[in-house]
């Protein structure tokens, strides 16, 4: 070993026996300060997988949606607008989508019942996201009883689940056919949800959507790249309860660096002479408070990352979960794609370790550069 | 040898409580004798002790160290003056060439004996294991061997001593400064310190002792005093020639 | 020499968390050759019946249906409402409500 490796490993050694005599309260903040390495990360890494697989799954999404507004409000659109936006110049096709929110009393959840454009299911039959048959208990070849807006029952038979791997998108859908949904909802004939607009060119979506707002000023669109950025700025740094966390780890944050600074105890100030006055110079008693604050650091951010990994893909982010959750009984078991993204990581690295050990430093450095002599004066 | 010119050290200075701990004091200590400073509390002896060791700089005046051994690369090897050497460089006479006893014995509580033992020998970078063997040796030399692993709190105050003179003499120091060293002890332990002084010498140390009790300035061990008062030397008397 | 340095102890724990590490990092391999196939799935599922949203949360209509939520429905009486949904706090509305402010 080279004399500064020596040196180094000499000094580590006291600062971690050192740190060892304070044993409660350096577990305490290695504790704390890996929880809230672990949250952060468990953000980070949540919001980036989540942002990538809605990237991708998205693409397949209508390139451009029209609804009608009728006193600011969404309201159901009739086939004339289907004729009218056809005839726009770039326009390949006008799809209805016939789509709406069914409140399920028994499992106190909502579901989202979608006809298929390709009206791909028979009369009489449903196909159900895993999460409507959890709330409901119910299986392949089961009977989903639904109260009409009529007052009637209907009676769907289920067809097939929905593969559980698809839940993210798929959870609380309950595929119907045209007629049952018209039938279960008393919904007027001629009209539709709203209509999924598919473009010739794919540089044109703007354009059309363009064209589509002039030609039906009640109506608004909603293009491909509008949903796709929705996800894109999803959890964003500033929103709600993400600034609040934020906010108050940085303020618990500068509250501890300033405990640390105005806090240095007359004990620490105290050994800091004697290793002045015994041969110790400023260097190696900044190096030590340097590894003192970076074994901390480096352990938290290391385990807290771990942890956040574990959470977000063994738990299946649970903590999120009961956030997303909320109030509504139907959540869905998704898998996220992992996507480790190395900025992101360096940011939370930046944001957390050096200031970590810029506020063990810098309180000590003053203490550090005293004279050796202080400690036989003071005494 | 150790030589003073008219040193003096003010502390606070410009400033309303400004006083002067030290002043226009020249003195000589000697190479391989035991030289004590005499003087009741507050005449200057333990900041004339910092000074003569490297820990502070005096305010005026100026410090030699002359025919000791210098740490490589410092004035011509035999000799250099202290107040113009940057702190770098007096950090490295001061752990490589003495070894301070204090007068509270300093030491870090909540590790060993022997944890505090190497304290001043881990910035120089040495092999960790043959450290550890030389400060259970050290501790061994001072009757210890079974507190090595005891925690300071634990030890009483004789054998704290003996933590803090092993630890002063863990970097092999030419010379020993101690500083009211037996203002803790009995009467016997002060006597037995005085012993040990006498080993120093006899292992060719210098030794400088801060003192005015008089088992300390009374000692057979003694060749010369430095005596204090108020800041100011009132006397000195020349060093006995080497014992043959 | 039988005597373990409390430096050896913490390079051991810092070789333990990167073992750890590494051994996530295989688990994210494996877990992305494991998505392609589930991604596929869910692009046929969003292109068959013509979706729009992702199933995150199904409390409210404008959580639920987060791209297609108009520019009232964040803000559900009055726009300086508090939100009252728990994903609804940590969900902004979506950026082409703030851009286009016609209906």
């Known amino acids: 070993m080279t004399p500064g490796i020596a ?67 969404h309201d159901l659109i009739s086939a004339e607008h289907v004729a009218r936006i056809a005839s726009l110049p770039g326009v390949r096709g006008v799809a209805p989508r016939l789509w709406g929110y069914y409140f399920d009393p028994s499992a106190n959840a909502t579901f989202t019942l979608v006809v298929p454009p390709d009206g791909g299911i028979g009369e009489g039959k449903a196909r159900i996201g895993v999460g409507v048959g959890r709330s409901r208990k119910l299986f392949r070849g089961n009977t989903l009883v639904m109260r009409g807006y009529d007052g009637r029952e209907h009676a769907l038979e289920i067809e097939a689940l929905i593969p559980e ?191 970590y050990i810029a506020a063990i430093l810098i309180p000590s450095w003053r203490a550090a550069s005293m004279d050796p002599d202080t400690v036989m004066r003071e005494q | 040898m150790i030589e003073l010119l008219r040193v003096s050290k003010v502390f606070n200075q410009g400033r309303h ?21 005499k003087g009741p509390s507050g005449s200057g002896k333990t900041t004339l002790l910092s000074l003569a060791g490297c820990m502070a700089r005096p305010t005026s005046g100026r410090i030699w160290l002359r025919e000791m051994r ?68 050290l501790l061994a030399s001072l009757g210890m061997e079974r507190q090595a692993a005891s925690r300071v709190e634990w030890l009483s105050g004789g054998e704290a001593q003996r933590v803090a003179i092993a630890r002063a003499l863990i970097n092999d120091p030419q010379v020993i400064m101690a500083d009211e060293p037996t203002a803790h002890l009995d009467t016997a332990l002060s006597r037995e310190f005085m012993e040990t002084v006498g080993r120093f010498r006899d292992e060719g140390r210098s030794v400088v002792i801060a003192s005015h009790d008089p088992i300390v300035c009374g000692s057979p061990y003694v060749d010369s005093l430095i005596e204090m008062r108020d800041g100011d030397l009132t006397g000195q008397s020349a060093p006995t020639p080497p014992a043959p | ?48 019946y013509a979706l729009t949203d992702l199933c995150l949360s199904g409390e409210a209509r404008y959580t639920r249906h987060l791209s297609q939520a108009d520019i009232h429905a964040p803000f559900q009486d009055h726009p300086l409402a508090l939100e009252h949904f728990p994903s609804g706090s940590l969900i902004p509305p979506p950026p082409h409500l703030a851009r286009r402010t016609t209906p």
């Open chain 2, 17 to 37: 409580n400004e006083y002067a701990a030290v002043r226009e004091v020249s003195a000589v200590i000697a190479t391989g004798r035991v030289t004590v400073i």
């Open chain 1, 165 to 355: 791997e698809s839940e993210l998108v798929s959870s609380d859908l309950v595929i119907v056919s045209e007629r049952d949904f018209r039938s279960l909802f008393s919904f007027p004939s001629g009209r539709a949800t709203d209509l999924a607009v598919t473009v010739a060119n794919p540089r044109e979506v703007g354009t059309v959507a363009g064209k589509i707002a002039e030609l039906l000023p009640d109506t608004r669109t909603v293009t491909r790249d509008d949903i796709i950025a929705t996800y894109q700025a999803l959890f964003d740094w500033r929103s709600g309860v993400m600034g609040l966390i934020f906010a108050s780890a940085l303020i618990s944050f500068a509250l501890f660096a300033w405990d640390r600074a105005t806090g240095l105890s007359a004990e620490e100030r105290r050994e800091t002479g004697i290793l002045k006055a015994i041969g110790w110079e400023t260097a190696d008693i900044l190096l030590m408070k340097f590894s003192e604050g970076a074994v901390i650091a480096l352990i938290s951010f290391l385990g807290g990352c771990i942890l956040a990994w574990l959470h977000l893909h063994f738990f299946w982010g649970s903590l999120f979960g009961a956030f997303l959750k909320g109030w509504s009984t139907l959540y869905p078991y998704f898998r996220l794609a992992p996507v480790i993204d190395p900025y992101n990581l360096a940011v939370l690295f930046m944001l957390t370790v050096p200031p």
């Open chain 2, 70 to 137: 210098l740490p490589a690369g410092l004035g011509d090897g035999r000799e250099v003056e202290l107040s113009s050497l940057p702190e770098r460089f007096l950090t490295g006479i001061r752990r490589g060439m003495f070894g301070v006893i204090f007068q509270q014995f300093n030491l870090i509580k909540g590790i060993s004996a022997l944890e505090n033992v190497l304290l001043p020998a881990y910035p120089l970078g040495g092999d960790m294991a043959g450290l550890r063997r030389r400060g259970a040796g």
């Open chain 1, 7 to 73: 040196r180094y490993r000499n000094i580590l050694d006291f600062t971690l026996r050192a740190m060892l005599r304070r044993r409660g309260k350096n577990l305490l903040v290695l504790t704390l300060f890996t929880l809230v390495i672990a949250v952060f990360a468990s953000i980070l890494l949540f919001t980036r997988s989540l942002r990538h697989e809605a990237g991708l799954v998205l693409k397949e999404a209508p390139e451009i949606v029209v609804q009608r507004m009728v006193a600011g409000r």
């Open chain 3, 1 to 48: 020499m039988n005597h373990m340095r409390p430096s050896d102890g913490l390079f051991l724990l810092l070789a333990y968390l990167l073992l750890w590490v590494v051994l996530l990092c295989c688990d994210a391999t494996r877990r992305s050759r494991e998505s392609e196939a589930r991604i596929a799935l869910e692009r046929t599922i969003v292109r068959s």
